[in-house]
């Protein structure tokens, strides 16, 4: 299984941008789509954004639609979650999480389950 390290989170204030990074390690990274949930405290895990090994195809919940970008760079085994006018509801832990090798992209409302693989999380934090 990949392992996960979330990183780059920070206190920011309401209507600013942040952008968090995952990195993973093992030969997979390529070929596997990743996601970004986030929880707040006494909050389910909530879907963020996924994007797919193949093509690079984004998909987001449309909390965020229009203000959040996912992106990976492969060669880095990266993914990235760019946040931009952030508000203060968007105040969680954001993990990153890997699907099962060589998986179907299929755009949804994803489901943590559907994930084998968290990294440990980075707090984000929009004041207002």
């Known amino acids: 299984q990949v392992r996960l390290a979330e990183s780059g989170g920070a206190l920011v204030q309401g209507g600013g941008s942040l952008r968090v990074s995952c990195v993973a390690s093992?030969?997979?990274?390529?070929?596997?789509?990743m996601g970004w949930f986030r929880q707040a405290p006494g909050k389910e895990r909530e879907f963020v954004a996924a994007?797919?090994?193949?093509?690079?195809?984004?998909y987001y919940a449309d909390s965020v639609k229009g203000r959040f970008t996912i992106s990976r760079d492969n060669a880095r085994k990266t993914v990235y979650l760019q946040m931009d006018s952030l508000r203060p509801e968007d105040t969680a832990v954001y993990y990153c999480?890997?699907?099962?090798?060589?998986?179907?992209?299929?755009?949804?409302?994803?489901?943590?389950?559907?994930?084998?693989?968290w990294g440990q999380g980075t707090q984000v934090t929009v004041s207002s």
């Open positions: 093992g030969p997979t990274f390529s070929a596997v789509n």
């Open positions: 999480a890997s699907e099962p090798l060589y998986r179907e992209f299929r755009p949804r409302e994803f489901r943590p389950q559907e994930f084998d693989a």
């Open positions: 994007i797919s090994w193949r093509g690079s195809i984004p």
